[in-house]
T-cell receptor, first 116, second 110 residues
Framework: EPEVTQTPSHQVTQMGQEVILRCVPISNHLYFYWYRQILGQKVEFLVSFYNNEISEKSEIFDDQFSVERPDGSNFTLKIRSTKLEDSAMYFC??????????????FGPGTRLTVT | LAKTTQPISMDSYEGQEVNITCSHNNIATNDYITWYQQFPSQGPRFIIQGYKTKVTNEVASLFIPADRKSSTLSLPRVSLSDTAVYYCLVGNNAGNMLTFGGGTRLMVKP
């Protein structure tokens, strides 16, 4: 069964450093998403991406965040200057545009980001 | 987006049927009801989606009454590996963001 993959599985960085989290969505999917989950809290939406542009973003997704699809397979989330409160599990997801009215998104295993 | 309300936690024993009910009183006409499962340190996983009446797949059944103001996820004969958080979501349109609530933490005991 096709799956979303994410790298690295765990990233430790110092406050103020830039990080790039990488995702490879399912190959025929055209909608891509990033979510995050702070330890013990809810899964929170960050951004959705379709047709090479952001389609929706939450209040969390401020100027420190950016997303990119640099080639035909990767989807990245960049945090320019990390803060302690950015420590969380970051999940990438993708979905199939053919599934109209479907909320079926496929999530990756996540990247645990630890900011020290 | 329709707000959902579901129990914070439930306990069950192996082999029992588990029913988790979700309230969504202000569901819109074109909204679907979707359930996700999340194991610790893993991403959420789609379980089932429905619009009305009953939907069944290899994992679960979803019961939706005629007024659609609630729904019940039914897990037949649970095992220890069904211990997870279960989320009820309501909305429509592919490509839309998912809004997760707190979910229901199901603990299956031996």
């Amino acid at each position: 069964e096709p799956e979303v993959t994410q790298t690295p599985s765990h990233q430790v960085t110092q406050m103020g450093q830039e990080v790039i989290l990488r995702c490879v969505p399912i190959s025929n999917h055209l909608y891509f998403y990033w979510y995050r989950q702070i330890l013990g809290q809810k899964v929170e939406f960050l951004v959705s991406f379709y047709n090479n542009e952001i389609s929706e973003k939450s209040e969390i997704f401020d100027d420190q965040f950016s997303v990119e699809r640099p080639d035909g397979s990767n989807f990245t989330l960049k945090i320019r200057s990390t803060k302690l409160e950015d420590s969380a599990m970051y999940f990438c997801a993708s979905s199939d545009p053919g599934q109209v009215s479907s909320y079926e998104q496929y999530f990756g295993p996540g990247t645990r980001l630890t900011v020290t | 987006l329709a707000k959902t309300t579901q129990p914070i936690s439930m306990d069950s024993y192996e082999g029992q049927e588990v029913n988790i009910t979700c309230s969504h009183n202000n569901i819109a006409t074109n909204d679907y009801i979707t359930w996700y499962q999340q194991f610790p340190s893993q991403g959420p996983r789609f379980i089932i989606q429905g619009y009305k009446t009953k939907v069944t797949n290899e994992v679960a059944s979803l019961f939706i009454p005629a007024d659609r103001k609630s729904s019940t996820l039914s897990l037949p004969r649970v095992s220890l590996s069904d211990t997870a958080v279960y989320y009820c979501l309501v909305g429509n349109n592919a490509g839309n963001m998912l809004t997760f609530g707190g979910g229901t933490r199901l603990m299956v005991k031996p």
